[in-house]
């Protein structure tokens, strides 16, 4: 059974940074996706940054593209984004989640795998 489980939300000011780190169980990284997503309140679910292909090319969301880099780790079976230069725009639920097939790094619909989220809050 696939369980993903985040770790490292919290609560910065702008300009801080945080480590968010997803735990992989009964899943190993094959090239598919596994993304992060973040939703805020009121909004739709979007993504923010992926690891696909073998190769574990990153992709990035243009907000996110130069302050988060997003990595994954077949050794410690985690996916970990670390985020720095936090914006006030940043705050939401983080969820990391898994692709068993292709499909667009940042539509939900691509991911079958999900974690419970972790809290994002960042304070002006």
């Known amino acids: 059974q696939v369980q993903l489980v985040e770790a490292g939300g919290g609560s910065v000011q702008a300009g801080g940074s945080l480590r968010l780190s997803c735990a992989i169980f009964g899943y190993t990284y094959s090239g598919y996706c596994m993304g992060w997503f973040r939703q805020a309140p009121g909004k739709e679910r979007e993504g923010i940054a992926a690891?696909?292909?073998?190769?574990?090319?990153?992709y990035y969301r243009d907000f996110v593209q130069g302050r988060f880099t997003v990595s994954q780790d077949n050794a410690k079976n985690t996916l970990e984004l670390q985020m720095t230069s936090l914006k006030p725009e940043d705050t939401g639920m983080y969820y990391c989640a898994a692709a068993v097939g292709t499909g667009g790094w940042g539509l939900p619909q691509t991911y079958k795998y999900w974690g419970q989220g972790t809290q994002v809050t960042v304070s002006s």
């Open positions: 690891v696909c292909l073998k190769e574990r090319i990153g």
